[in-house]
């Protein structure tokens, strides 16, 4: 007997038996998907909240719905990330509140986790697996911290405080952005621009010729407070006055040195005061307490000492950073008293006189397909899979399609890569899931993933090429990739980077970055090595790669000093400050942010200096208690990549056993246990700073 053949729903979102298909999804899709699915969720809550609290009659049928949710909203977040259009950009945003807004609700449904709590304590928990246990601990950990546990007269508040915060974070990023635009500054006098390259110039005078405030004046050279303009100017700008005028600008933003409307100083001090009050609401001390429950820090204290160990440590090597810049540019710029406004342009001319080789020069040897053969081969090597080209429907003619299998031929997962910047593409690099890993009846659902960068597309009919930072950023996004595709968790709440604690994400990423500093991987002595130079094929030299290791830790010890300074006063505005009792507006958090500076920085800003009213992570963003997890996450990387680096007299760096070990500790079990567990199962022991010290050469000689 012959089973009837399934048609493909019409619309390509609400089929989830594949692929996403990517060919054929049209903004006009999306309203109609998501309205059907979120009414799919709202039926299976409903229905949940009466099922019997077992896994399989209360958990799973949510799983499910929220799976094709999940699946059908990344499909079109994705496309708005890389191909933004205004119709779809329209249809995502019509449909963005009504998601939140479901995700909201979920949160505070009492039912729902009164349920959970049957479930918690029924005698089928103990039955359950541990990773299934961990996805309902983790559920009811989220319902708590969602406010849903407050008795009746606290729950207004709580979720007033919660819209507040919203907004104010909101209006944070708003101001800095408004303030940040309203600036520039026009140089009409050619003299002034000495040093400045030749491709930011260019970009000033054309921002000068189309700059509407001046209709009378097509002249100069326009510069403002965007990254790509103002940091050039800081760093190459040999106009000593134009560099303050620039930096004085721009760590005055915001604040009350400019315009009252965008001043964010009565905007920190009202986030702090909420922050604070919703924690107390909840029973903790502190809004930093609050933060860290789904963390893998255990308490304020402990991330404290951390911070304060690492800033003990680096002291020495930024002090001695510092007296080498002072000296060099006292000798050689003239510059007797150094300020903050010297510092990147002294630190680039001292740069370029001790290591004479340049970004380009390095860009020749990482053609694009060298540079992926390269990261294949690492990947291939340690975790023992076969990585090959395959075809699948894209959203661009640029994306390209791999599978990964293991030594059976069995699929593990695949995914996209979607290298090249456009102009329609958001910024940066990142890594998002298409499918997860999860048990679906008889059979196991393999994991898709999204690897998007923005690198220089070819020209001249040369292939791409990377720069060795575009090739570290490629390795850090292929760790959190691998981190995805390599679990072996059949529950979708915690498979893969699921359930994973926020300052143990990077822990994979982080670690793929270090084998771009391996002369075994990128020496291309061996076949499918990662360097060949564009137009000779030849590998790269070992005396540009001495070169490259000798500038890697340059002035680590300062960038160090400069991460702590921040993370340390994150983490004490959010812990022990109590803004009701700190003075007037902005004068505590401006004390607090002094007495961090004099424990820790080798180099104190102006006094007008107002870094906290741009520090957009901690008070626009979702960063706030949290600043230390780079850190943190990069001691626990750089830890696990020190056992790969002890096998490199035996078995060389990319030995499989290790890799095995770190697939099977670490990469598999995504969520299923706390990281810390992990970390122990992998290395034996507590992670230790050492090895983070040794890459960053901060080891006592
Ligand atoms: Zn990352």
Redesign the pocket.
């Known amino acids: 007997m012959e089973h009837p053949v399934q048609k493909p729903p019409p619309n390509p979102l609400l089929d989830f038996s594949g692929l996403p298909r990517f060919a054929e999804i049209l903004p006009e899709h999306v309203s109609p998907a998501i309205d059907a699915l979120l009414a799919r969720a709202r039926a299976a809550t409903a229905a949940a909240e009466k099922a019997a609290p077992t896994w399989e009659d209360f958990v799973l049928p949510q799983e499910d719905a929220h799976e094709e949710l999940g699946r059908a909203w990344g499909q079109v977040s994705h496309l708005h990330g890389v191909m933004d259009t205004p119709p779809l950009r329209e249809a995502y945003n019509e449909n963005l509140p009504k998601i939140s807004q479901y995700w909201t609700e979920l949160g505070q449904n009492l039912r729902l986790f009164a349920k959970y709590r049957e479930l918690k304590a029924s005698p089928a928990f103990a039955q359950l697996g541990g990773a299934r246990r961990r996805a309902v601990e983790n559920a009811l950990r989220d319902f708590q911290l969602s406010g849903a546990e407050l008795d009746a007269a606290k729950k207004p508040r709580f979720a007033a405080i919660q819209e507040e915060l919203a907004k104010l974070g909101a209006k944070f990023s708003e101001n800095l952005l408004d303030a940040t635009k309203a600036w520039s500054i026009v140089v009409e006098d050619e003299s002034r621009l000495a040093g400045i390259p030749a491709d930011v110039l260019l970009a000033a005078k054309e921002a000068a010729e189309k700059d509407e405030t001046r209709p009378d004046s097509k002249r100069g050279w326009k510069f403002t407070l965007h990254m790509p303009s103002y940091f050039p100017v800081l760093q190459y700008a040999e106009d000593r006055d134009l560099r303050a005028t620039l930096y004085r600008a721009s760590a005055t933003r915001a604040s009350e040195f400019g315009r009252p409307e965008w001043d964010n100083t009565p905007i920190i001090g009202r986030i702090l005061a909420l922050r604070r009050e919703a924690a107390q609401l909840l029973g903790y001390a502190s809004h930093a307490e609050v933060s860290l429950v789904p963390k893998m820090a255990q308490s304020p204290a402990q991330v404290l000492e951390f911070l304060r160990d690492l800033a003990r440590r680096a002291r020495p090597f930024a002090e001695k950073d510092a007296a080498e810049l002072r000296a060099f540019a006292r000798a050689e710029l003239g510059i007797d008293e150094l300020q903050s406004w010297d510092v990147a342009y002294a630190s680039e001319k001292l740069r370029a006189s001790r290591y004479s080789f340049s970004d380009q020069d390095l860009k020749q040897y990482f053609p694009e397909d060298t540079a992926l053969t390269g990261l294949f081969r690492v990947v291939e090597s340690i975790f023992e899979l076969s990585i090959t080209e395959s075809k699948a429907a894209t959203w661009h003619e640029n994306v390209r399609f791999w599978e990964a299998r293991d030594r059976n031929g069995r699929l593990v997962g695949q995914f996209y890569t979607d290298l090249y910047a456009r102009d329609t593409k958001r910024g940066g690099?990142?890594?998002d899931d298409a499918i997860g890993r999860r048990r679906k009846g008889a059979g196991i659902q393999t994991p898709v993933a999204y690897l998007n960068c923005n690198f220089s597309p070819p020209v001249g009919g040369k292939p791409a090429l990377f720069s060795h930072d575009e090739v570290i950023t490629l390795f850090?996004?292929a760790?959190?990739g691998l981190h995805h595709l390599l679990t072996r968790v059949e529950d979708l709440a915690v498979s893969g980077m699921n359930g994973v604690e926020w300052d143990a994400?990077?822990l994979p990423?982080?670690f793929m970055e270090n084998f771009c500093w391996e002369w075994d991987v990128l020496g291309g002595a061996k076949p499918g090595g990662m360097t060949a130079h564009v137009d000779t094929g030849a590998p790269l030299p070992r005396e540009l790669f001495d070169k490259m290791i000798a500038a890697k830790n340059f002035q680590s010890g300062l960038a160090t000093l400069r991460q702590v300074e921040f993370a340390l006063f994150d983490m004490r505005v959010y812990a022990d400050f109590d803004p009701a009792t700190a003075g007037p507006a902005g004068a505590g958090v401006q004390a607090l942010l002094d007495e961090v500076r004099r424990e820790v920085a080798v180099m104190v800003p102006p006094a007008w200096n107002r870094f906290q009213n741009g520090f957009g992570h901690i008070f626009g963003g979702g960063y706030a208690a949290g600043y230390y997890s780079y850190k943190w996450a990069e001691v626990l990387s750089a830890d696990a990549y020190s056992a790969f680096e002890e096998m490199r007299g035996s078995k060389g760096i990319l030995d499989a056993g290790t890799g095995q070990r770190f697939r099977d500790e670490i990469l598999a079990v995504g969520g299923s246990r706390p990281a810390a567990e992990s970390f122990r199962a992998f290395r034996g022991r507590e992670p230790r700073v050492d090895a983070l010290l040794r890459h960053n050469g901060m080891i006592p000689a």
Do not use: N, P
Request: aromatic content about 10%; glycine content about 10%.
């Open positions: 690099a990142w890594m850090h996004e760790g959190h994400v990077e990423s982080q």
